[in-house]
């Protein structure tokens, strides 16, 4: 195996673990507050990722396309957790059969509108070029990508630890009854990390659509992808999904090349195995799974 | 119970007189919805009485297609081999999963089945000798030994006794003790592990129960279609039977064949119409779910009640509200 192929390889494997982490992260939180597993994440995702796509065709330029998607789908987050979810408060079940209704009216939706060829989103100009080290050399935009990844992880581990919403969350989390008690309006809490979930998946999907493309049935691959990150890293931790984002991403890229058969089934075992020594996930606080 | 038995005779009844009223494409149709019924009746089954709510179990259905298409093309033709094949295959696969599986609950099992079922559709996705993205056709005919059952109606009349055989089994189960011990693993396990029951053991025989059922479903279906695709593996497949069961209300056994028949009617219906059919169905299902009313079953099991005033008389399993109430603490294991 030749070394420059594997690091550029590995480097793909970080970039893609990357924007998953981003889409996990969402699903995690979410689910850590809300108790409801969103399983229309992966379709937020590849919404956002078209709605990219129809703001760089109107603007052509990538960076006001991605703020403006990161806008939009944060619009349709608190629409989905305001007139949906919010009318089921308490009963967990319900919500995902509606986060699950919601997964074919937003795909087919994105068909309807988009079409069914798969689309893409050319590399922003400012990162068209490759960068060199010694013989190797890397596609900016990837390196770019794993970049936004270390420094949304850095925001977030600032939130958590040294704000005021990150302690309200981090309660959250804990002891829902606790946080109302505590004179805390906590459905707005769960409208924001509802927004922010959908935000990010938005922002993932608009930063993933020049490396993966945009197709139908991405929807389904990213959700699944996502879900077995959220159980190896453990529900309700971002630094679980940090991990598991990592780890996930880069078996998919290098097991794709070597075992493009079972490099599924090795992503799932590695999450079988991690529930049947540490049931709660590698960072979960510990619940009776 | 005594006073649906009438009611179940009359049903059955007008199903094996439905031929005389119906078309060609409406046997079909019903022929399909009976394949389907099983499919959905298996899964409804662990929602509903041992709270398992999987998101993975078109794993078994399309396992069992595929053994079906595998081993007609590579062994034999011999039906009862191949069905009995297809349903040990699925039950083992059901046991193993199952095994590993049932120790979560709630999010972590939804999560999981669905991501196992996920496995099985990339790996017959992608390895070409066994289809690949194509699929792969099934060469063998219905042949219980007198003769091939072929055309529209020995095809129907077999697949209803099917699913007749099918839902008897799975409602002698449920009022046989073990059946009774799994609804009050599902209603409250800590109780029932107070009481010395192994809890695990009675949602890994359910498990294992309906995955050979579903897996009896993909064999049928495997013959039904003459055509087996990796579609049949997918969530999606998962995703649509756990609609139909939800539809239907699975909470009652014929809750999830209610679904089904609902199902399978719309889309042939709508599907003439629209190419947009998943978004109308899922904005039924999202405004079913809203209105918090349970499924179709629960409203005919409160009709019922009203019409025959028998509120107090029902068992424990009937009165049990809806499926959505026995598995609303998922994942909140606080």
């Known amino acids: ?289 | 119970m005594n006073k649906q038995l009438p009611l179940a005779v009359i049903v059955v009844l007008i199903l094996f007189a439905l031929p005389l009223v119906l078309s060609n494409y409406g046997m079909r149709l019903t022929t399909e919805i009976y394949v389907m019924s099983i499919f959905v009746l298996s899964l409804g089954f662990i929602i509903g009485f041992a709270g398992l709510v999987s998101l993975g179990h078109a794993a078994f259905f399309g396992l069992s297609a595929y053994t079906v298409a595998l081993l007609s093309k590579h062994v034999s033709t011999n039906t009862y081999f191949l069905i009995l094949a297809a349903v040990l295959v699925a039950a083992l696969m059901a046991f193993i999963t199952g095994y590993l599986f049932v120790k979560t609950s709630g999010a972590y099992f939804l999560m999981i089945t669905m991501a196992f079922s996920q496995v099985l559709y990339a790996i017959f996705h992608q390895t070409r000798s066994l289809g690949g993205a194509d699929g792969l056709s099934v060469n063998a005919s219905l042949d219980l030994g007198f003769g091939a059952i072929r055309g529209t109606y020995p095809m129907y009349y077999f697949m209803l006794i099917c699913f007749l055989i099918c839902y008897f089994l799975l409602h002698r189960y449920i009022h046989s003790p073990a059946g009774k011990a799994t609804i009050g693993v599902k209603e409250n396990e800590d109780r029932m592990k107070a009481l010395g029951y192994k809890t695990r053991n009675y949602k890994l025989i359910a498990y294992t129960i309906s995955g050979a059922m579903a897996g009896f479903a993909g064999a049928l279906y495997a013959y039904f279609n003459h055509f087996v695709s990796p579609e049949s593996l997918a969530w999606h497949k998962s995703g649509e039977a756990l609609i139909m069961a939800i539809i239907g209300g699975a909470s009652f056994l014929y809750g999830p064949p209610i679904g089904a028949a609902i199902f399978v009617v719309l889309q042939n219906y709508i599907s003439t119409y629209t190419e947009r059919w998943p978004i109308i169905m899922g904005v039924l299902f999202i405004a079913l779910v809203l209105t918090r009313r349970g499924g179709v079953a629960d409203v005919l099991n409160l009709l019922w009640r009203k019409l025959t005033g028998a509120d107090r008389k029902e068992s424990a399993t009937e009165t049990t509200p809806t499926v959505q109430s026995g598995v609303s603490k998922e994942g909140s294991g606080e």
């Open chain 1, 1 to 289: 195996m030749d070394y420059s192929i594997l690091a550029v390889q590995l480097m793909t494997g970080l970039a893609y673990g990357m924007l998953l982490f981003m889409m996990a992260t969402g699903l995690t939180i979410i689910f850590g507050l809300l108790n409801v597993i969103n399983l229309a994440h992966g379709a937020l995702f590849m919404v956002g990722g078209y709605v990219a796509l129809t703001f760089v065709k109107e603007y052509t330029n990538f960076w006001i396309a991605l703020l403006l998607t990161i806008v939009v789908m944060a619009i349709i987050g608190v629409l989905i957790e305001r007139f949906l979810l919010n009318r089921m408060y308490g009963k967990e079940f319900e919500q995902v059969l509606l986060t699950f209704g919601l997964i074919f009216v937003l795909s087919d939706g994105a068909k309807w509108i988009w079409g069914s060829s798969p689309q893409a989103i050319p590399v922003p100009e400012a990162l068209r070029f490759a960068v060199t080290i010694g013989d190797i050399s890397f596609p900016a935009y990837r390196l770019f990508v794993v970049l936004i990844g270390c420094i949304f992880a850095l925001i977030l581990w600032y939130l958590e630890a040294k704000t005021r919403i990150g302690a309200i969350i981090r309660a959250g989390v804990d002891d829902r009854e606790m946080l109302g008690a505590l004179g805390i309006n906590f459905k707005l809490v769960f409208t924001g990390v509802f927004c922010f979930g959908a935000g990010l998946a938005g922002l993932s999907g608009a930063l993933g659509a020049p490396i993966l493309g945009l197709y139908v049935g991405m929807d389904g691959d990213i959700l699944i992808l996502s879900l077995v990150i959220v159980v190896i890293g453990g529900l309700g931790t971002w630094k679980g999904a940090f991990i598991g984002a990592i780890l996930v991403g880069m078996i998919d890229t290098l097991g794709r090349i070597w075992f493009p058969q079972i490099s599924m089934a090795i992503i799932f075992a590695l999450m079988v195995i991690v529930l049947l020594i540490k049931p709660s996930g590698l960072f979960g606080k510990e619940v009776k799974a």
